[in-house]
């Protein structure tokens, strides 16, 4: 089922996207047979699960932080991962930025709906966060991730991504040092299509590869 699922969705995504298996619950087993059928990035949302995996799988794939870290996993997360898309707080940055042995990747997580329950930077904060960050050495901004809020119909989440590409063009024109705006994190299961659709380089697939998570 996992390769047929993998098919189906490489056929239909354009070549310049690319497809992180978004792999919280799955097991080793599944996540190699992902990797057989061509995934070549994994996302992972915990640090404790991820690095679990990470020592069994190694460093065949590109893998990336999807989920909330806390500044005190920060030197954990940067044996595992290659990029890191949470970062939202000028703290956890400069903690990555303190870590970090060679010039790091990072994601500016935007809470693109504004739902005070969840992580992320406001939109209109993130221009701000970016220049602060932009100061810190080892760290650099590659672009932005954004959730979007849940709903029913996977067409009300566009007007979401819609604001986040947005930003993710105002700042890229703003040109600011260490900050390369290239990534742009949205889409999952559901709202892929609509988030290749209005812009997004990066989408983050699981029950659509995997089948429902238990
Ligand atoms: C679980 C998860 C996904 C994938 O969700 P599916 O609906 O299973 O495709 C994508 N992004 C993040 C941050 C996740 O936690």
Redesign the pocket.
Known sequence: MIRENIEKIMKEVPPDVVVIA?T?TRSVEEIKQAIECGITHI?E?YIQEAEKKFNEIGKIVTWHL??HLQKNKVKKALQIFDIIETVDSFELAREISKHAKNMFSVLIEVNSAKEPQKSGVYPEQVEDLIKKISTLPNISVAGLMT?GPFVENPENIRPYFRLTKNLFDNLKNLSLPNVEMKILSMG???SWRIAIEEGATCI?????IFGPRK
Do not use: E, L, Q
Request: no cysteine; net charge positive.
């Open positions: 978004a919280k996302g949302n999807i989920g959730m999952m299961s559901d983050r697939i699981g029950t659509a």
